[in-house]
Each structure stands twice: as structure tokens, then as C-alpha cells.
């Protein structure tokens, strides 16, 4: 059982970085692992703790170094300090990195002191330790123009302060990626990214052929590209498998800007900062920068551009997510809080704008034992890098874990890999005592202060040891100091269960979701149905700050009138979930954000509270998409397969084989799908499914990948997100280019188009006879509106036998009355406007207004918006 566990772990998480961390006590971790079971998420699980359990409760709590055999090779896991040490240190000889480490990161690093190997990795090593020397990285000025801005950034919160001071609450993580970007960048470049206020750039020169590096996307280019080696280093030497032209994309954007600075140094030489300070005047450049340093020893460009981006990749993510952590730690115990802040006043002082703060980079290393005991203790809870490998380069021994009480040496034949897990280390009550799973600082100052050896790893250990140590305990001790000076107080503002840990090569202390408050909002809901279970639990549990109410109103397409809903209610709504039902501007003053349940909003364009008001408008749009799509492949089907005959003779009590010969599988045929929504695009997927090729048209042309995504709502792994499927995109709005679509080849033509004075009759005798140039071989199904097609000229077609047939769920007139013409068309199949009928209705738009919710906590782009000059 052990061995499919581990094995179940180690793929996932083979390589290097990648676990995931729950930090939570035993039974908030079995509240999440209640949520990944219901999400249907077992990856979730993998985590740290994961290994402590599968160690603890397969092999024994006094079992530390496990031989797991996979495939095709055998996996030490090894949580024992003597067997880490000989491996790190002692041994090192005999083991490296693994080749897999290697070959994941190297597409988006290049070969450096991270990827490298034998003596590559030495020459590397050898070249980049000088940044690290202690005059280089005391550069307290540098730290604190940044840590300036933070403040700037926090200060954002601060408008909206409540009668006690507090800020709104925001979540501190992404900050920390700012400032461990902008100061990384300046300190290997030169120049900061300055994410965290991108008015700071300087104006850089124009170097012929080279593009300016696109400072503003760097930090999400690397973050995607580190996502892709996640993925891909999960798969291990199977990584192939995954198709990466995404990764090849985030590699070459994340080399191009390296390669500007690198082109820059090579033609400036000595006087490559000498602009820098011409253009900002703020720069020191007598300091350190290792790109300008290591250009006086190589010229290559691409060892250059490698030696930085290995660098940039180790010293920015670990440094964030450790202030991360540290915060996340200091905000749930008060206790810690307070004692910090006090050792940090009763050596700095208060803050005070606007001076310098004075602070020596000896007083850091030396002064502030508890500061020291946090940050270690941090480490030892949130270990960042939380998993280590390595490979055997040779038969060799480890000294502890063999025999029958584990505790003689054990062979290990060359090729072996081990994985080190450093937060198991950690989490030994054997090595660290009962309370190990308490965050309790005071362990490393008590006792005349504990001292660690290789049961604690957070930076590595032996010959490879994290060269930026010292730089990350400083800064972060710095960039803590100054908070701490700043701000009397910091609370947790997360939901009471916190949202699930994101999964990243560090372990990052990112929700995913951020903090998710709307103090101050009020939603009412105005439904015909009523709450389904456990949904206004979820709300509240989600957004803790959110008045919610629930009226159950009558369903109707037509308004209601307003006073259902008393005057006093509507006075601060400023969320509202309707169909139709909408206040006068003047009722609801403060609503900010109608979330509508239909997808179209014909209904209420002529509304004063839409038309009048700045009040943002979304619609359910994706709400159809499954069942509208399932209704057109099935009518299709049914039609294909003659169920209709089939059905008739079944009443009949009649077998009649009828004429099979005749029947029509779907695949390798073409579907064109008119009007390529969220609609069009779920009946792609399907289509595609069946084997059938894809046309796609819309209105405006898509040329680019960006320009063919889906921007609207679509519910998980549904759809067309990319719009990749259709192998062939039409567009345009003149009749040619209608036609140029109608005569793909089409075997089943979808309108899913929404009904406007353009398209008013888009199908007629024209562009029937357009069609009918396929022999009446197209089948026309149409789920948007009857006036779409002109209805004559379709039962012309039918009876003609310029189409194969026709399936509708909309008609024009309808109701379609009794003895229309239409009804008795050869070849029709015909449904009362029933295609977007469904029992998962509800619950998907009740998912588009969480979604929404958690967008405008974020303060970020709601989805599905209306337009309100498009009138969409
Ligand atoms: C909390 C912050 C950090 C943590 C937890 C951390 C952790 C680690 C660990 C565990 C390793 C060893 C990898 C191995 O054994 O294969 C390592 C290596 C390294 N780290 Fe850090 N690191 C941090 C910050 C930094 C910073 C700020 C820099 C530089 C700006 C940096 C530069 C490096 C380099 C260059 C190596 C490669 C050393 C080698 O392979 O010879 N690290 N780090």
C-alpha cells in the first residue's frame, strides 16, 4: 500500500520543487481534504504532510529511509539527518542533481548554477558566489526604495479605513512578489522592473534589432514558464508527452529580456549603469550587479543571459513566499505579533516618513534574536523549498536505514534518486519535540538557543547550499522590520476556511483567491426557486462580510412589480442576482452590480437603472452551453439514426427495420457552427468528440490566439477556452462572407447567433440555394431565434429537398401556431423552446455570481459584462 502511495506522490512531485503545503492542524486538514474529495481532487492531497503520513502510518513513526520501487527504478525517500548529511555534504561525490532537474528547467533557464552539473555546475558556482559576498548584499538603500513603494502599494487599502484605522483588507502575497522582483531585477540587471510602480522605470535605449524587454509581463512570463516545468517535471522523463509550444512561448519572452540587458552591457561595457543614473539620478552605481560583474569575465550572450535567469528564478519566488509566510504566521498569532514588534521598537523606533531608517545591516544580523526565531521558525513550518533530489552517480552507501532495525548502512546502486523531504525533517517530534506542529518561535531562543544541523534544511545543505541565504534572511528581516515599524496591528483576514494553498514550485503562502472581503456590500437575491442546500453557508463561509438576502419571488419574464421587495431593503442593496426584477435608480442609490440570470438582456435595455446609471450589468451568459449543445447533437442524432420512425413504430408495438441502410454515423463529417459563443463552442467540443471537423464563424475575424479565447463564463473543463477546436475560422459581415461559410462542406449547420436587426432573416431563399449547392446534405439545427432563418424560405428548402432536414427549437411565429405549414414540414424536428431547459441551471448561474463576487472582492474584472452601448 506504501509503495502505490509513494508512487502515487513521487510522480507528481518528482522533481526538485513542487509540493504543495498545507500548513493546517490535523483537523482543518481534514476539512480540506473533505473539499479536495468533494472537488474531486486527489493532487490536493500530495503534500508534505502527505509523505509524514504515508511514512508514519505504512512504515512506522520510527522509520525515516524508504527504498520505493517505481517502473523501471528504485526511489530512496530519506528523512533521516545522517543520510541527508552524507548526500549533501560528506558523500557529495558520489550524488548530483538529477539529469531530469536538469533537462525540465533548462528551456526556460538555460544552463546555470541551478541546472548544471559536474563541473559546469563548479565553473557556475564560481562565477556567481561574488554577488553574494557580504559588502554586496548589505545594500540596505536599495531594500528600502523598494520597501518605499510597498508602502505606497498598502497605502492604496487605506482609503476606506474604518473608525478603529484599520485598512481594507488586501492580501499582502502579491505585494511580496513585486518587491522580491523589482529588487532581484536591479540587483542582477541593474535596473528594476519596478512592478510595484512602473512610473519609476527609466527610459531605456533603443538597441538596434532588440526588442525593449517588456518589463510590465516578465513576472507572470516566468511565473507561467515555472508552471509549465511543474507540469511537465510531474511527468518526469515522460515530460515529451506534454505538448509545450505555451512553455516555448514563455521561455522565449522570459530570454528576451534577459538578452537586452546582456546586448546593453556587451555594447556599453564599463559604462552600462552610466545611464541609469543619468536618467534617474536615484541609482547608486558603484554597487554590485552581477550581469555587469560577470560580463568582465565572459562574453558569451548566452552564458550571460543563463548565469542571471538561473539567478533571478532562485532568488525572487523564495524570498516572496518567506515574507509570505512570515505574515501569514505573525497575523494568527498576536502573541508573536507584539513581542516582535516590541524587540523591533526598542532598537529602530517607530517609523517616521519621510527619514531615513537609520538601520545598519550588523544591527539586522546581530541585534534581533527574535526576529531570527521567527524567520527560522517560519522556515522550519513553511520550509519554502520544501523538497530536495539527488542522484547517485556511483554504487555508493547511505549510513542509516538497512538491516532488520533500519538502522545499518544501505546500498545504493548507482542511478539511484533520492528525495529529500525537508519539511518531514521538520515535522519530526522525535527531533523537534511534542508541539512540533505549533508555530512557537521561542523554540530557537530558549535554552541558551537551539542550534540545527541537517534536520534542518530550508536552504539546503553541503556542497550546494543556497548561496542566497544571507541575502533572504536580510531582506526579509528588513522588509519585516520596516512593516512592523510602520503598523501597530495586522489581522487575518481570510475566510474562516482558508482557501486552498496554490500549488507552485515554492510553497507560497498565495490563497489563489486572494482575500476575499466585501465589507460594506449587501446582495439580494431575487429568485424563483429557493436557496438550494448548504449554498448561503457556502456564501457566508466564502465572503464573511457579505449581508446576504434571499427573497423567492414568482418566475416571469416580465417584471414584477417593485414593491415585493420593501423600500428599506432596496436602500443599500449594492449586489443583485434577477431575472427581470430591477429597482428605479433612486430606490437602490448604492447598487453597484446586477448580476442578471438570463443571457440575453433584451429585457431590461430600456431600463432606467441600465440605461441611467453607471451600474454594472452581467449577464448568465454559459449557463446554455451543456444542455443546448446536448440538445442539437441529440436531435442530430436522432435524425441521423431515424429515432423519430423508430419511436413511432416502437407506440405501434411494431419491428420494422425500416430503412437502416440508409443510416449516417457523424464521424469525419463538418459541423459549422454560425455564431461561435459559449454555446457554439460546448457543441464543438462535443462534435469534436464524434470525430467531426469544425467550422467556426463570427462577426469580427480571429486572427490571433488571443483574439479567438473565450472571454466570457464557461463552466470547468467545458467548451472551447482557447478556441482551438474548429480547424477552419470564417467571419465577416457582408453576405459574401456568409456565403464563403455556408459552402465549407458543412454536414450539420448550427445557428447560435443572437437574434439583431442584422441578423433578422440571415437564412434565406439566397443562402439556402447556397447551401444547397452540397446536394441537400446539410442538416440545419437552430437553438437561437426563429427570425434568424425566414421560415418559408426554410420549408421551401425542406420540401425541396435543398437541406437534409431540420431540427428547431425556436420557430418564427411563436408560439408556432396549430397548422402552420412548418409542422408539417418533410424531414423537421420541432421542440417548444425547451433546449436551454435544465435542473443544473440554478447552480451554474448561482457559479457565475461566486465567481463574480470573488472578482469584485479582488477589485478585478467581472465576467460576463454587459456591453451597454453594444446593447451585449
Ligand atoms: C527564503 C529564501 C530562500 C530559500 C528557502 C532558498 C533555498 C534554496 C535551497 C534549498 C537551495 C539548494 C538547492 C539544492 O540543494 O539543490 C538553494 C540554492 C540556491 N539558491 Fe536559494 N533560497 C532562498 C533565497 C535565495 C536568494 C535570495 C538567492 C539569490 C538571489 C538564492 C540563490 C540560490 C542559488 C544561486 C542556489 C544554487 C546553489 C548551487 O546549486 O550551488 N536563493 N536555495
Known amino acids: 500500500m506504501f509503495l502505490t502511495l509513494v508512487a502515487a506522490l513521487v510522480l507528481p512531485t518528482l522533481l526538485f520543487f513542487g509540493f504543495r503545503h498545507s500548513l493546517l492542524k490535523r483537523d482543518e486538514k481534514r476539512r480540506n481534504e473533505q473539499e479536495a474529495a468533494r472537488r474531486g481532487s486527489s493532487r490536493n492531497d500530495r503534500g508534505p504532510q502527505y509523505v509524514i503520513e504515508a511514512l508514519d502510518s505504512e512504515m512506522g513513526k520510527d522509520v525515516h529511509t524508504v527504498v520505493v520501487p517505481m517502473f523501471d527504478y528504485e526511489l530512496v525517500v530519506s528523512r533521516d539527518p545522517a543520510n541527508i548529511q552524507a548526500v549533501l555534504a560528506t558523500q557529495a561525490a558520489d550524488w548530483d542533481i538529477s539529469e531530469h532537474r536538469a533537462a525540465s528547467w533548462e528551456p526556460l533557464l538555460g544552463h546555470g ?9 563548479k565553473h557556475s558556482r564560481t562565477l556567481v558566489r561574488p554577488q553574494f559576498a557580504v559588502d554586496q548584499i548589505n545594500d540596505l538603500d536599495l531594500f528600502e526604495r523598494h520597501v518605499q513603494q510597498l508602502f505606497a502599494a498598502i497605502d492604496k487599502y487605506r482609503g476606506d479605513e474604518d473608525d478603529m484605522g484599520w485598512t481594507r483588507a488586501f492580501d499582502l502575497q502579491p505585494l511580496f512578489y513585486n518587491l522580491a522582483l523589482d529588487v532581484v531585477t536591479e540587483m542582477l540587471y541593474g535596473y528594476s522592473v519596478h512592478s510595484q510602480n512602473p512610473s519609476e522605470r527609466v527610459e531605456l535605449p533603443v538597441i538596434l534589432g532588440y526588442e525593449s524587454p517588456d518589463r510590465e509581463n516578465i513576472g507572470q512570463h516566468m511565473d507561467a514558464g515555472k508552471a509549465w516545468i511543474e507540469t511537465r517535471g510531474a511527468l518526469w522523463k515522460y515530460r515529451w508527452l506534454l505538448p509545450s509550444r505555451q512553455f516555448a512561448k514563455h521561455c522565449a519572452a522570459v530570454h528576451k529580456y534577459a538578452e537586452w540587458f546582456v546586448q546593453l552591457r556587451l555594447q556599453c561595457g564599463d559604462k552600462y549603469l552610466d545611464g541609469l543614473q543619468h536618467q534617474s539620478g536615484e ?16 562574453q558569451d550572450p548566452v552564458e550571460l543571459r543563463s548565469q542571471t535567469l538561473n539567478v533571478l528564478s532562485a532568488g525572487r519566488d523564495t524570498t516572496a513566499a518567506l515574507l509570505g509566510w512570515i505574515f501569514y504566521f505573525l497575523c494568527r498569532h498576536p502573541r508573536v505579533w507584539y513581542s516582535l514588534r516590541r524587540e523591533v521598537l526598542e532598537h529602530f523606533g517607530p517609523y517616521a516618513p519621510g527619514q531615513p531608517s537609520g538601520i545598519d545591516f550588523r544591527q539586522v544580523r546581530d541585534s534581533l534574536p527574535y526576529m531570527h526565531a521567527v524567520i527560522n521558525e517560519t522556515l522550519r513550518m513553511a520550509p519554502v523549498v520544501p523538497l530536495n533530489d539527488r542522484v547517485s552517480l556511483r554504487d555508493t552507501v547511505l549510513p542509516r536505514g538497512g538491516g532488520p532495525n533500519r538502522d545499518e548502512p544501505i546500498f545504493v546502486p548507482k542511478g539511484t ?7 518531514a525533517l521538520a515535522m519530526r517530534p522525535d527531533l523537534w519535540g511534542p508541539d512540533v506542529d505549533e508555530f512557537r518561535p521561542e523554540r530557537w531562543t530558549e535554552n541558551g538557543g537551539r542550534k540545527f544541523g541537517f534536520e534542518f534544511l530550508p536552504f539546503g545543505g553541503g556542497v550546494r547550499q543556497c548561496l542566497g541565504q544571507q541575502l533572504a534572511r536580510l531582506k526579509s528581516a528588513y522588509v519585516t522590520i520596516r512593516l512592523l515599524q510602520r503598523y501597530k496591528h495586522a489581522a487575518n483576514a481570510e475566510s474562516p476556511r482558508d482557501a486552498p494553498m496554490r500549488f507552485h514550485h515554492t510553497i507560497e503562502n498565495r490563497s489563489g483567491s486572494g482575500v476575499q472581503t466585501l465589507k460594506g456590500h449587501k446582495l439580494l437575491v431575487i429568485a424563483p426557486w429557493k436557496a438550494p442546500p448548504g449554498f448561503l453557508e457556502q456564501l457566508t463561509a466564502a465572503f464573511p462580510d457579505l449581508q446576504v438576502i434571499y ?15 420593501s423600500t428599506e431593503t432596496w436602500k443599500d442593496v449594492t449586489i443583485l442576482l434577477t431575472f427581470s426584477t430591477l429597482p428605479t435608480p433612486e430606490e437602490a442609490p448604492k447598487l453597484e452590480y446586477v448580476q442578471l440570470m438570463s443571457a440575453g438582456v433584451n429585457h431590461v435595455l430600456d431600463n432606467p437603472v441600465f440605461k441611467d ?14 444542455q443546448i449543445s446536448e440538445w442539437i447533437i441529440s436531435t442530430y442524432l436522432a435524425f441521423e439514426h431515424h429515432l423519430p420512425d423508430y419511436l413511432q413504430r416502437q407506440k405501434e408495438a411494431h419491428w420494422d427495420r425500416g430503412d437502416m441502410l440508409t443510416i449516417e454515423d457523424a464521424a469525419s463529417k463538418t459541423i459549422g457552427i454560425l455564431g461561435y459563443g459559449s454555446i457554439g463552442r460546448q457543441t464543438a467540443r462535443l462534435a469534436a468528440a464524434m470525430g467531426m471537423a469544425v467550422h467556426a464563424y463570427t462577426l469580427h475575424p480571429r486572427p490571433t490566439p488571443e483574439s479567438r479565447r473565450d472571454r466570457g463564463w464557461t463552466a470547468p473543463g467545458l467548451g472551447d477556452p482557447d478556441g482551438a477546436l474548429p480547424s477552419k475560422w470564417f467571419s465577416g459581415e457582408s453576405a459574401a462572407d456568409l456565403h464563403a461559410f455556408l459552402a465549407s462542406g458543412l454536414d450539420l449547420l448550427v445557428i447560435a447567433t443572437p437574434l439583431t436587426d442584422r441578423t433578422q432573416h440571415l437564412l434565406s431563399a439566397a443562402e439556402f440555394r447556397v447551401i444547397a449547392g452540397r446536394k441537400g446534405r446539410t442538416f440545419i439545427s437552430n437553438i437561437a431565434r426563429g427570425p434568424v432563418i425566414d421560415t418559408d424560405a426554410l420549408v421551401d428548402a425542406l420540401e425541396g429537398g435543398l437541406i437534409r432536414g431540420a431540427a428547431l427549437d425556436v ?12 409542422w408539417g414540414a418533410k424531414n423537421v424536428i420541432i421542440t417548444p423552446h425547451v433546449s436551454g431547459a435544465s435542473t443544473r441551471y440554478v447552480e451554474r448561474v448561482l457559479a457565475i455570481l461566486v465567481c463574480n463576487l470573488g472578482r469584485l472582492a479582488e477589485g478585478g474584472e467581472l465576467v460576463n459584462e454587459v456591453d451597454k452601448k453594444r446593447g451585449y
Request: charged fraction near 15%.
Open 283 to 298: 541609482a547608486n552605481t558603484d554597487r554590485y550587479v552581477l550581469l555587469h560583474e560577470l560580463a568582465k569575465i565572459t
Open 417 to 423: 534518486q533520492i528525495l529529500i523531504p525537508t519539511y
Open 613 to 626: 446609471t453607471e451600474v454594472t450589468f452581467c449577464t448568465a451568459n454559459g449557463v446554455h452551453g451543456p
Open 551 to 565: 427573497h423567492v419571488e414568482g418566475w416571469t419574464s416580465t417584471p414584477l412589480p417593485v414593491q415585493t421587495v
Open 811 to 822: 420557430t418564427d411565429p411563436e408560439p408556432l401556431p396549430d397548422g402552420h405549414r412548418l
Open 113 to 121: 548554477i541551478f541546472t548544471s552539473r559536474g563541473e559546469q555546475w
